[in-house]
């Protein structure tokens, strides 16, 4: 077998010295045992020029089988790589993190992944989450066995329904209360995901708040509410079916502002002019809670 080119253990490119000691024997082969051939010699230069050449030709070799690597692949080559798995580079994404989209490095749920990731990349779309129900019932969600649901905001029905539709295998249905109808192989296919309700509230907080132990003033309550306000908006904003509630308010309040300062109590309400409910505040599958930064009020106790 081969010392050298693509082995068990990957590529081994062949040394300098190998090449040129192999190309030193070919001109002994041709012009005898007593061939000049030191490196001062006009066929020593013209070896050493060979061999440089040769070497040049294994560097390449062996930059074209890492190219089919993804931890070594770069640019557009590892592009190419993601488009064999589905999964294309996410805009002003970086090697480094879409090399570790196309190897699943660290995710338990890679057909979660790949499908959060296709559809995401539909224009205008500001929040996806996909799930799953692989068991032979109907789950607390209302999915049905064997079923996959993806719940969006913004974007376009068909860019959704034909974004999702290669992750959607024989035998597992699509499930939501939208559906866009796409062709695959001249046939019709018709695709349900979820366009979660967004419910508008208000929050109303009651905490207590006492200097650090370095002295230092609690925060203000503008400056709590815009922390519960950050937390509940944008990327962090909670999923499609989770309610509010008073653990869920402690829980970021307590993190951002340490144990001095305690949510007491919260009540929300249906915006515009909804009546005060204690938390928690529930919210469907086909819901989605939409907290109104600007109705968010504290008050110390």
């Known amino acids: 077998m081969a010392d050298y080119g693509v082995l068990p253990e990957g590529f081994a490119r062949k040394p300098l010295p190998v090449l040129l000691s192999e190309i030193e024997e070919k001109a002994r082969e041709v012009f005898?045992?007593?061939?000049?051939?030191?490196?001062?010699?006009?066929?020593?230069?013209l070896n050493g020029m060979y061999a440089s050449l040769a070497s040049t030709l294994w560097e390449i070799a062996e930059g074209t089988y890492q190219s089919y690597d993804p931890d070594q692949a770069e640019g557009s080559r590892l592009a190419m790589l993601g488009r064999i798995r589905l999964v294309e580079r996410m805009d002003g994404e970086q090697d480094p993190e879409f090399r570790l989209a196309i190897t699943n490095s660290g995710r338990a749920r890679i057909d979660i992944a790949d499908i959060d990731r296709a559809v995401s990349r539909v224009g205008g779309i500001t929040f996806v989450r996909t799930y799953l129900n692989p068991s032979d019932v109907t789950d607390a969600d209302g999915l049905p066995s064997h079923s996959v649901a993806v719940a969006v905001l913004g974007g376009d029905d068909a860019e959704i329904g034909a974004a999702l539709r290669p992750y959607v295998v024989p035998g597992i249905d699509t499930y939501g209360n939208a559906r866009a109808d796409v062709e695959?192989?001249?046939?019709?296919?018709?695709?349900?995901f979820v366009r979660p309700v967004e419910v508008p509230l208000g929050l109303q907080l009651l905490v207590s708040a006492e200097p650090d132990r370095l002295g230092c003033p609690p925060p203000s309550a503008a400056a709590i509410a815009l922390t519960v306000a950050n937390a509940l908006t944008g990327a962090t904003r909670p999923a499609n079916g989770v309610d509010i509630t008073l653990h869920m308010l402690r829980t970021i309040v307590s993190a951002a502002h340490g144990v001095n300062v305690e949510v007491l109590s919260a009540t929300a309400n249906l915006l515009v002019d909804g009546p005060l409910v204690a938390l928690p505040y529930p919210i469907g599958f086909l819901e989605i809670a939409k907290i109104d930064p600007t109705k968010i009020t504290v008050a110390f106790a």
Not at 32 to 45: A, E, F, H, K, Y
Not at 184 to 192: A, H, Q, S
Request: include cysteine.
């Open 184 to 192: 695959v192989d001249g046939y019709c296919r018709t695709v349900y």
């Open 32 to 45: 005898g045992d007593g061939v000049i051939q030191t490196p001062q010699s006009p066929l020593g230069q």
